[in-house]
């Protein structure tokens, strides 16, 4: 038989096959008496060589084919993210949302949080998960956050009918826990969509984990806000300014940070009506 390997020999041991090979002897005199003399490999001193499982392939003895546990590379084929097909239309991505099973978050929502309000607005609210209100009745900002952004909105003379108002993730997450990379792939798809159909003068994104992930830039909040960004993504048909402020959800813990949200709708304000972007 021909020699195996370290790595071969160390995934057959894994797999407790036992290969009969010629005994490897020092005395070039010697072979010809033991040629024919076999001995179990695995009674030979080898040196162990570590072994992924990605490493382990079938391996085929006496015409028989070995099965290996496929688990290892079917959670890295899990892991990349996939390219949805998706509606270019408003009632189309409406449903694409609402029966998505892209990610295991649908075991766990009452309702799909699509997004509310003007299609058509000058202005796109995006928040980041939706809560457990939000689940509920399926709309975004809803309870005590909801109306404090209602409050906010009416402070620069607009209502929720005239904007429209979203957020990054479709679906609430388990006890409120951090949503993970799959599934924001695929809510991210959506979304993209979304500003692709309404073409808004202006984004106003709240929180710092909503502006990280719109922007795809980890700065602090700190550091977002008082700027116009430009959203220039490959998966999105559509250029916009973005100016970033506090959640609502933050402001009710924080009352004092309402003095700089105040300020930051005021520079939304100016910046919808010179489309500046930097």
Same mark, same amino acid.
């Given at each position: 038989?021909?020699?195996?390997?370290?790595?071969?020999?160390?995934?057959? $041991?894994?797999?407790?096959?036992?290969?009969?090979? @010629?005994?490897?002897?020092?005395?070039?005199?010697?072979?010809?008496?033991?040629?024919?003399?076999?001995?179990?490999?695995?009674?030979?001193?080898?040196?162990?060589?570590? !072994?992924?499982?990605?490493?382990?392939?079938?391996?085929?003895?006496?015409?028989?084919?070995?099965?290996?546990?496929?688990? @290892?590379?079917?959670?890295?084929?899990?892991?990349?993210?996939?390219?949805?097909?998706?509606?270019?239309?408003?009632?189309?991505?409406?449903?694409?949302?609402?029966?998505?099973?892209?990610?295991?978050?649908?075991?766990?929502?009452?309702?799909?949080?699509?997004?509310?309000?003007?299609?058509?607005?000058?202005?796109?609210?995006?928040? $980041?998960?939706?809560?457990?209100?939000?689940?509920?009745?399926?709309?975004?900002?809803?309870?005590?956050?909801?109306?404090?952004?209602?409050?906010?909105?009416?402070?620069?003379?607009?209502?929720?009918?005239?904007?429209?108002?979203?957020?990054?993730?479709?679906?609430?997450?388990?006890?409120?826990?951090?949503?993970?990379?799959?599934? *924001?792939?695929?809510?991210?798809?959506?979304?993209?969509?979304?500003?692709?159909?309404?073409?808004?003068?202006?984004?106003?994104? *709240?929180?710092?984990?909503?502006?990280?992930?719109?922007?795809?830039?980890?700065?602090?909040?700190?550091?977002?806000?008082?700027?116009?960004?430009?959203?220039?993504?490959?998966?999105?048909?559509?250029?916009? @300014? !973005?100016?970033?402020?506090?959640?609502?959800?933050?402001?009710?813990?924080?009352?004092?940070?309402?003095?700089?949200?105040?300020?930051?709708?005021?520079?939304?304000?100016?910046?919808?009506?010179?489309?500046? !972007?930097?």
């Amino acid at each position: 038989m021909k020699n195996l390997s370290p790595t071969q020999q160390a995934c057959l $041991d894994a797999m407790g096959i036992d290969v009969w090979v @010629p005994r490897d002897v020092q005395n070039e005199d010697a072979i010809e008496a033991i040629q024919d003399t076999p001995i179990l490999l695995s009674q030979v001193k080898q040196e162990q060589v570590p !072994v992924t499982n990605a490493e382990i392939l079938p391996v085929v003895e006496n015409n028989q084919t070995i099965d290996v546990d496929a688990s @290892p590379i079917q959670k890295i084929a899990d892991d990349i993210p996939t390219t949805l097909s998706i509606p270019d239309d408003w009632n189309g991505l409406s449903q694409a949302v609402s029966s998505c099973r892209e990610c295991g978050l649908h075991t766990s929502r009452t309702h799909t949080v699509f997004g509310s309000g003007n299609q058509n607005a000058d202005w796109l609210i995006i928040g $980041d998960t939706p809560t457990v209100d939000d689940d509920k009745n399926g709309n975004p900002f809803t309870g005590q956050s909801g109306e404090l952004l209602t409050a906010m909105l009416r402070a620069i003379k607009l209502t929720r009918q005239q904007v429209y108002i979203t957020n990054t993730l479709k679906c609430t997450t388990p006890n409120n826990r951090e949503p993970e990379e799959s599934e *924001l792939d695929t809510c991210l798809q959506y979304l993209h969509k979304q500003i692709s159909l309404i073409n808004p003068k202006l984004i106003l994104v *709240l929180g710092q984990s909503a502006a990280q992930r719109v922007l795809n830039n980890q700065s602090t909040l700190a550091r977002l806000r008082q700027k116009v960004h430009s959203l220039e993504d490959s998966n999105i048909s559509v250029s916009v @300014p !973005v100016v970033v402020s506090y959640h609502p959800s933050s402001l009710l813990s924080m009352p004092a940070n309402k003095g700089k949200a105040w300020q930051d709708l005021l520079f939304a304000q100016k910046a919808i009506s010179s489309q500046a !972007v930097l």
